[in-house]
T-cell receptor, first 112, second 115 residues
Framework: DAKTTQPTSMDCAEGRAANLPCNHSTISGNEYVYWYRQIHSQGPQYIIHGLKNNETNEMASLIITEDRKSSTLILPHATLRDTAVYYCIVRATGSSASKIIFGSGTRLSIRP | KAGVTQTPRYLIKTRGQQVTLSCSPISGHRSVSWYQQTPGQGLQFLFEYFSETQRNKGNFPGRFSGRQFSNSRSEMNVSTLELGDSALYLC??????????????FGPGTRLTVL
């Protein structure tokens, strides 16, 4: 079973920030939070990951709460191309790919 | 760097047939994993290979098998196809053995339809 819970769907206006929440209340100390997204009928695309500090890259920002029980992926200026299913995953250091459990994800729709 | 490539992209087979799917990882990547994605079950782990050895296997019947070659390219085979095997089969590669917690880079997938 997935160790994360995410809203089934969200929508956001184009040009605005999209904030996608994820709960991972049972996360262990050595588990990272990963985010992937999947555009229809394509393979999942890695977005960002973090352990406990906030992270930012060219695609998004990841905000992890101090207790690490939840996180938020932020797409700062959403575009129509950001319409996809977003998956939040927790994965331990040293774990194999078999431990990557994709839940149902959040279907993000960007409105023009 | 070229991404993960999978061939063929689309495939139609009939029940009882067998199929072989191919995956070429990103150059330099030695770990390859396979996943099955269906609308009902979501994305499920099939197996993981590193240096031609299967490191982990998901909960799939023995009809699903795979292998990895010395150049890190990988194939998966499904024998005696069933209607329920219709799915998007995804391959992912990572830079080194997953001990270093590297992200997985996914290919575009092979869409298999079993009639």
């Amino acid at each position: 079973d997935a160790k994360t819970t995410q809203p089934t769907s969200m929508d956001c206006a184009e040009g605005r920030a999209a904030n996608l929440p994820c709960n991972h209340s049972t996360i262990s100390g050595n588990e990272y939070v990963y985010w992937y997204r999947q555009i229809h009928s394509q393979g999942p695309q890695y977005i960002i990951h973090g352990l406990k500090n906030n992270e930012t890259n060219e695609m998004a920002s990841l905000i992890i709460t101090e207790d690490r029980k939840s996180s938020t992926l932020i797409l700062p200026h959403a575009t129509l191309r950001d319409t996809a299913v977003y998956y939040c995953i927790v994965r331990a250091t040293g774990s194999s790919a078999s431990k990557i459990i994709f839940g149902s994800g959040t279907r993000l729709s960007i409105r023009p | 760097k070229a991404g993960v490539t999978q061939t063929p992209r689309y495939l139609i087979k009939t029940r009882g047939q067998q199929v072989t799917l191919s995956c070429s990882p990103i150059s330099g990547h030695r770990s390859v994993s396979w996943y099955q994605q269906t609308p009902g079950q979501g994305l499920q782990f099939l197996f993981e290979y590193f240096s031609e050895t299967q490191r982990n296997k998901g909960n799939f019947p023995g009809r699903f098998s795979g292998r990895q070659f010395s150049n890190s390219r990988s194939e998966m085979n499904v024998s005696t196809l069933e209607l329920g095997d219709s799915a998007l089969y995804l391959c992912a590669s990572s830079g080194v053995v997953s001990d270093l917690n590297n992200e997985q880079f996914f290919g575009p997938g092979t869409r298999l339809t079993v009639l």
